[in-house]
């Protein structure tokens, strides 16, 4: 069965420094790998995903992720993080036939001035 | 502007009462969807519906009811079967079973 974990449920970063949000699946074949932000109050955006093309892959607001089979990762990570990253990141997973999404627990990314 | 629109914002409701959560897009998204969000505990689903007149159910559908009478909408009625109601519900909707998902707002419901 297909499911998710977030290693961390909150982590924090100063201003400048690199944000890394860590992300391990499970999953019985190929999987479909999806990271979301939800700002407070507010429904859930895209910010990237992978579906079986470049293992690395870019998003919007400077973030990335790299899909490593051998360690059934996918890791989220900024080079720099900004006041406005800080917010809740999901790590996603389609499940099944009808590719149902499963949702980890959540990540939330506090950003320090 | 395309998306998905979700209201009321917020919801008040007394115990033992119905409440019905909208949920319209204009995507032309054959796929909808309600997650309930419970702090820390990620989003869980209830309802899923992936064409008009046919939804079922999700991993947390007791209390819930749905109805897909048209494409564009998706509403949710929360009965008084559902022992804890109090959440923030999002609705999203997808073309199709490999793509990913586009959601609402939220809204948030409070018993009172």
């Known amino acids: 069965a297909q499911s998710v974990t977030q290693l961390d449920s909150h982590v924090s970063v100063s201003e400048g420094t690199p944000v890394l949000l860590r992300c391990n699946y499970s999953?019985?074949?190929?999987?479909?790998l999806f990271w979301y932000v939800q700002h407070p109050n507010k429904g859930l955006q895209l910010l990237l995903k992978?579906?079986?093309?470049?293992?690395l892959v870019k998003g919007i607001n400077g973030f990335e992720a790299e899909f490593k089979k051998s360690e059934t990762s996918f890791h989220l990570t900024k080079p720099s993080a900004h006041m406005s990253d800080a917010a809740e990141y999901f790590c996603?997973?389609?499940?099944?036939?009808?590719?149902?999404?499963?949702f980890g627990k959540g990540t939330k990314l506090s950003v320090k001035p | 502007d395309g998306g998905i629109t979700q209201s009321p914002k917020y919801l008040f409701r007394k115990e033992g009462q119905n409440v019905t959560l909208s949920c319209e897009q204009n995507?032309?998204?054959?796929?909808m969807y309600w997650y309930r969000q419970d702090p820390g505990q990620g989003l869980r689903l209830i309802y899923y519906?992936?064409?008009?007149?046919?939804?079922q159910k999700g991993d947390i559908a007791e209390g819930y009811s749905v109805s897909r009478e048209k494409k564009e909408s998706f509403p949710l009625t929360v009965t008084s079967a559902q022992k804890n109601p109090t959440a923030f519900y999002l609705c999203?909707?997808?073309?199709?079973?490999?793509?990913?998902?586009?959601f609402g707002q939220g809204t948030r419901l409070t018993v009172v």
């Open positions: 519906s992936q064409i008009v007149n046919d939804f």
């Open positions: 999203a909707s997808r073309w199709g079973s490999n793509t990913e998902a586009f």
């Open positions: 996603v997973v389609l499940r099944g036939s009808q590719g149902n999404l499963i």
């Open positions: 992978y579906t079986s093309a470049a293992t």
């Open positions: 999953s019985s074949y190929s999987p479909s």
């Open positions: 995507l032309n998204h054959d796929a």
